[in-house]
């Protein structure tokens, strides 16, 4: 058990619809990012937060957003979805810089 | 822009021989790289971090290189065995940026 949790684990919706992955840390990290894992694909890395900032980003689609709230959690919000937004999406964190990641484990969503 | 290689091609080799995976990055400088262990379907693992000032990092069976001239870290596990059968991502990184994984090389070890 890393200590990061996502919720939920799987998410079976349809094209066009919005939905919302919820990202705990690990106690005490600041540091949160997201990625993207289509099938047998590598991670892709969407966003970085640092104690509620925005960081760094990449290539983060304009229909996705995602934040950083004041007790740390995180959210990454998937809008207008489309059948190629089907992946596995991790939220990893850690304490801070130079340090290492722990991944949580994944979302799973399916856009039908 | 900066780009992160590792061999795509799967990786096989026989239970107890020495697995060595290659990991080059261009156009940027770490201060240190990181590897991780990805199996199916899972979060990656943390492995081991090496800075640029260390050329060499060991943790039990794993070993890593980190050569700044040739812009080059080699991942080697010794003695290996099944269990060791994974994608193992490597992940240069130069400080308060954000963190990118190479696409990772498949390791298969067979009994």
């Known amino acids: 058990d890393s200590g990061v949790t996502q919720t939920p684990k799987h998410l079976i919706t349809a094209t066009g619809q919005r939905v919302t992955l919820r990202c705990s840390p690990r106690s005490g990290d600041l540091s949160v ?23 760094a980003k990449g290539n983060i689609l304009e229909r ?11 959210e990454l ?6 059948l190629g937004d089907s992946a596995l999406y991790f939220c990893a964190s850690s304490p801070g810089v130079g340090t290492e990641a722990f991944f949580g484990q994944g979302t799973r969503l399916t856009v039908v | 822009s900066q780009k ?45 971090l090496i800075r640029e000032n260390e050329k060499e990092k060991r943790k039990e069976r794993l070993k890593v290189t980190f050569d700044t001239t040739l812009k080059q870290s080699l991942f080697h ?23 990118v994984f ?10």
Do not use: M
């Open chain 2, 4 to 48: 992160i290689e590792q061999n795509s091609e799967a990786l096989n080799i026989q239970e107890g021989k020495t697995a060595t995976l290659t990991c080059n990055y261009t156009n940027y400088s770490p201060a240190y790289l990181q590897w991780y262990r990805q199996d199916p379907g899972r979060g990656p693992v943390f492995l081991l």
């Open chain 2, 102 to 111: 190479g696409t990772g090389t498949r390791l298969l070890v067979s009994p």
């Open chain 1, 64 to 74: 996705f957003s995602a934040q950083q709230f004041p007790d740390l959690h995180s």
């Open chain 1, 77 to 82: 919000n998937l809008s207008s979805l489309e």
């Open chain 2, 77 to 99: 596990i010794t003695a290996s065995q099944p269990a060791d059968s994974a994608t193992y991502l490597c992940a240069p990184n130069t400080g308060f940026q954000k963190l």
């Open chain 1, 33 to 55: 990012y997201w990625y993207q894992q289509s099938l047998d694909q590598g991670l892709q890395f969407l966003i970085q937060y640092y104690n509620g900032e925005e960081r």
